[in-house]
């Protein structure tokens, strides 16, 4: 039997249990957080206060700051390319209806949210040129992405285990920034954000190591290849308006360490609580080539952390169309 039809075996395997998952690890639609919980109520006679209040409060928080909260949004906004890339995975059928496109679907109505909330809050700010955010956005779903994973699930899995991770740490971090600079309302969202970022990352890496319980040598050679190939962000693609897929992921990427948000310490910290997650050191009955791969995930961290400390970020921060600098601190 092919890998490929091993794989599909698995995920039809797996997808018995999907209503299970479903009810573990997402919300019902008429018990989770929606957007207009956190934003000011465009029915109130109080709205054009609590916009003023939110907008002054606003100007206390620094560039590399607004630069990290646009790309986290337009990252979020991206949104319909993770759903169709997703949907191409094998054994997720979504002409068919099938177990596995049910929880795209609805993991897809939770993450659609999170771009919902931070693009009304960047507009209501008034501190982004809000049309070159738009326009962003709109190349990066033009332009979709090639997260190097293809078709195949068990390599999916592993990139979305990592990258709902990464997205808590990122959110998570402007979460505190925000408090400290006395935005206690954006703490907030940011940190409801964060909150479905973490439960759905405890949804993915389940999934993987429910396929390590039943094909674990298949599964350690795709966690291999991704940490060989190593995990690129969602946003890779980003440009600015005007101008040609090139840089501007790498200099968002700079703002983000230069703060703290997120750094290439974060990066090596998820590959290790991935390996311990899944404690890949105690994984037994595996083939030769599978072994040899565990060999190189266990060694992986250390070496990828003296890499790290040698990283160097420029210290002055790029101009982006986004955010101009006039307009903040």
């Not at 997720?92 to 993991?107: F, L, P, T």
């Not at 501190?127 to 699930?153: A, C, S, W």
């Not at 600015?240 to 997120?262: C, L, M, N, P, W």
Request: aromatic fraction near 12%; glycine fraction near 4%; proline fraction near 3%.
């Amino acid at each position: 039997m092919s890998i490929k039809n091993i794989r599909l075996e698995v995920m039809q395997f797996l997808e018995k249990n999907v209503d299970s998952f479903v009810d573990q690890y997402l919300i019902p639609v008429e018990k989770i957080w929606q957007p207009t919980d956190f934003l000011p109520n465009s029915q109130s006679d109080t709205f054009f206060d609590e916009v003023k209040e939110l907008r002054e409060i606003a100007k206390e928080l620094p560039y590399d700051f607004w630069v990290t909260l646009v790309g986290d949004t337009i990252t979020e906004e991206a949104l319909p390319t993770y759903e169709s890339w997703l949907m191409e995975v094998d054994g997720i059928d979504n002409v068919e209806r099938n177990g596995w496109a049910k929880w795209i679907r609805q993991w897809t109505g939770e993450e659609n949210r999170h771009g919902d909330l931070l693009s009304k809050y960047l507009y209501l700010s008034g501190r982004v040129n809000m049309r070159e955010v738009e326009m962003t956005t709109q190349h990066l779903i033009n332009d979709g992405f090639d997260i190097g994973t293809g078709r195949d699930p068990y390599k999916n899995f592993v990139y979305t285990s990592f990258q709902e991770l990464a997205t808590y740490v990122s959110h998570n971090r402007v979460a505190q920034m925000a408090k400290k600079y006395g935005d206690n309302k954006l703490s907030k969202m940011c940190k409801m954000i964060a909150g479905d970022e973490m439960r759905h990352h405890h949804a993915y890496s389940e999934f993987v190591n429910r396929i390590f319980q039943v094909d674990p040598s298949e599964m350690m050679l795709a966690f291999q290849y991704m940490m060989k190939a190593k995990i690129v962000m969602p946003a890779h693609f980003l440009r600015e308006s005007g101008e040609k897929i090139s840089t501007a992921f790498e200099q968002f990427s700079d703002s983000a360490q230069r703060i703290g948000v997120y750094t290439a310490a974060d990066y090596v910290d998820i590959m290790q609580k991935l390996i311990d997650k899944w404690e890949i050191d105690k994984i037994s009955g595996l083939t030769d080539e599978a072994e040899k791969a565990r060999d190189y995930l266990m060694k992986l961290p250390a070496r990828m952390a003296k890499i790290s400390e040698r990283l160097v970020i420029p210290q002055e921060s790029h101009i982006f169309k986004w955010v101009e600098p006039a307009l903040v601190r």
